[in-house]
């Protein structure tokens, strides 16, 4: 069904503000520098101890014992004559190494542990008890006993550490990332069709920087105080070959004689363990106010044929019980379901049935409560969690989507079902460019070079109306308006090419001039691409103008279904009717807008008959004695009323 609308108006942007590096921005915060150029400095005399240390790390001068500062030897002697700054350069080699080792090695382990069972149940199950186990264990007595079964390796000391110290890490980084999957632009990748690695990595990793870098800040300083620690004891670095821990322990015995040596080697280890802490948390203050994303840079490229336009055939009416063989999207008697109390279930839809035929636009309508949006996450697979399908089908071109193992149908998201949500601003990463997230869907579909992906991103935002493609795709979700945003959904959606879109309100967000651009570019595309469109609103006057037949919803039910006009004209259901009467569009000016009594009832509140009969000015006692079946009313209606013969009548009366 097409429609004429006014001529698209072009939306201009502002140009993006300069955005700073990460290291420009930490070098305003005076601590963080300080910190950063001691370890700096540490690392590189470390690095080059044997080229700058002035005397071998075992080289011994017995005339000079315990000796402070002096030009001979900078930072003193300790007690058997051994230049204590010479021996604190190479110490800082097996320290430096323990502190990465032990570091690296919680990061290995928790970032992509923490992140899976954010995102995963089955691993949550599965992690959370492991966790609890593994931090009940005495670190200080596994440490020992990898020394003793390892020769006092230190390195295998550190590994250990850092096999510890994970659960913690882990923790930290599971409630971080959990409260981003919960983001809606986490559901809108999968709707894409990314996969979990690619939303770990590109997604989630990048908004829980912060917390991974104080916690990494933490190990790293743990990691130093025990690897000074074991040393102290004599259980790493074999004397005589020089460690922080040993200098700290060689002060400690000598204490009664000089204090020097015991607090030039407890600052240095003091000092260490503060700039870790201090860059920890610097990076992490730095890391929260940089929302950057990766900028790819354009070459000229041939344009490549975007889309894969499919044949359209004539709209289906779906009325009848049997599945149409022209049908690409069949849902037949779908109930979905909530665990209840005591092992029972809490239903949210029930046996709903409907047809989407190829390259048709089918609307659903209904109050905010009524199962739209939850019919079409069903559709795509998308169910919030604990919700199932425990009832019904869903036939995809012939095939039951339900049935198929998990992974199949996750590879349908994006490719053959999309999926634009009403909230646009919150679909969207606002982490990275436009053109960086469209890109990314292109390359899930697209085996092309980068310049090549990025081309195509641009043509994609071309198709759906974006004035000036190339400037908004360098710019930032919160650089654009609500419905360039939209537009940019509607892009990502195409990259995949899919057969059928899923269109969740898209438009109610937008402002009315905005709206009609929208429905146009939806109506224009899908002449063009021959997807069908699965169109939900609660605006009749969007359904009309866009939808061939529509399916009207309440309480869980479908209560009405038909051609659009013919249900608009001559609603068979006191819903149907209700929520016409009550539509603005189609009010005679100067009548008193009705209204529908009453609010939709929550699901445990739903009655054995007729859910609408509360609110009905036609109930009887008989709508509330059993269940309503779907009844034809005539052809190609379909209506949950046992009274639809009344509005025949006033129908056939031309009231």
């Known amino acids: 069904m097409t429609f004429t609308v006014p001529p698209l108006v072009g939306e201009q942007s502002s140009r993006p503000a300069v955005r700073q590096g990460l290291l420009r921005r930490l070098v305003r915060r005076p601590l963080a520098v300080a910190a950063l150029v001691y370890l700096v400095v540490v690392v590189i005399l470390a690095v080059l101890a044997p080229a700058v240390a002035p005397y071998g790390p075992e080289s011994t001068d017995l005339a000079k014992i315990l000796q402070g500062p002096s030009a001979a030897h900078l930072l003193g002697t300790d007690a058997i004559g051994r230049d204590v700054l010479s021996r604190l350069l190479f110490g800082a080699r097996p320290a430096l190494l323990g502190v990465l080792i032990a570091t690296a090695t919680a990061v290995v382990i928790a970032v992509p542990v923490g992140i899976a069972a954010a995102m995963y149940r089955r691993a949550d199950r599965l992690v959370s008890p492991v966790v609890d186990v593994i931090m009940s264990i005495p670190a200080i007595a596994v440490l020992l006993m990898v020394l003793a079964t390892f020769g006092q390796n230190l390195s295998a000391a550190m590994v250990a550490l850092g096999v510890l110290t994970a659960p913690g890490m882990t923790r930290v980084i599971r409630g971080a990332a959990l409260a981003v999957v919960e983001e809606p632009y986490i559901e809108a990748a999968r709707v894409f069709g990314l996969r979990g690695p690619a939303i770990a990595a590109r997604h989630v990793l990048p908004r829980i920087i912060g917390p991974l870098l104080v916690n990494g800040s933490l190990v790293a300083s743990a990691a130093l105080i025990t690897e000074t620690g074991l040393n102290f004891l004599g259980l790493g670095v074999h004397p005589p070959d020089p460690s922080w821990g040993s200098l700290v322990s060689d002060g400690a015995a000598a204490m009664d004689q000089s204090v020097w040596l015991l607090f030039i080697a407890g600052c240095v280890v003091a000092v260490t363990v503060v700039a870790f802490v201090l860059l920890g948390d610097a990076l992490r203050d730095t890391a929260a106010e940089t929302w950057s994303g990766r900028r790819e840079r354009t ?43 005591s092992r029972t279930t809490l239903e949210v839809l029930q046996h709903v049935s409907f047809d989407v035929g190829r390259g048709e636009t089918v609307g659903i309508v209904g109050e905010s409560g009524c ?36 992974k199949t149908r996750a590879r349908l998201r994006g490719g053959t079902i999309a999926f634009v949500s009403q909230e646009p601003m919150v679909a969207l990463d606002p982490l990275f460019t436009v053109g960086y997230q469209i890109s990314e869907a292109v390359r899930r579909y697209e085996k092309a070079s980068r310049s090549a992906v990025r081309r195509i991103a641009i043509e994609l935002l071309e198709r759906v109306r974006i004035s000036e493609p190339e400037k908004v795709a360098k710019l930032y979700p919160h650089e654009i308006s609500g419905g360039m945003a939209q537009r940019v959904c509607i892009a990502i959606a195409l990259a995949g090419h899919p057969d059928l879109l899923v269109a969740d309100e898209p438009t109610t967000a937008l402002d009315v001039t905005v709206q009609a651009e929208i429905l146009a570019l939806l109506a224009s595309l899908q002449r063009d691409t021959g997807m069908a469109i699965i169109l939900i609103s609660h605006d009749w006057e969007v359904i009309r103008r866009m939808s061939a037949r529509a399916v009207v919803m309440y309480a869980g039910q479908v209560v009405e279904r038909g051609v659009t006009a013919e249900l608009m004209r001559h609603p068979s259901h006191p819903y149907t009717e209700g929520l016409l009467a009550a539509d603005p569009h189609l009010a005679r000016p100067g009548t008193r807008l009705r209204t529908i009594p009453g609010a939709v009832p929550q699901p445990e509140d739903w009655p054995v008959g007729c859910h609408f009969a509360a609110r009905c000015q036609y109930a009887t006692a008989e709508c509330s004695r059993q269940a309503i079946p779907l009844l034809r009313a005539e052809d190609n209606r379909w209506t949950r009323c046992i009274h639809f013969d009344r509005f025949r009548v006033r129908a056939a009366a031309g009231d």
């Open 299 to 341: 070459r000229p490229e041939r344009r490549q044929r975007l889309g894969r336009a499919s044949a359209t055939h004539a709209p289906t009416d779906g009325a009848g019980e049997g599945v149409d063989s022209d049908a690409l999207l069949a849902v037949r008697d779908l109930t979905v379901a909530f665990p209840g109390p």
């Open 371 to 406: 199962g739209k949006t939850m019919t079409g996450l069903a559709v795509i697979g998308m169910l919030p969690p604990r919700a199932s399908v425990v009832a019904g089908q869903i036939l995809l071109a012939g095939r039951d989507v339900l049935a198929m193992p998990r």
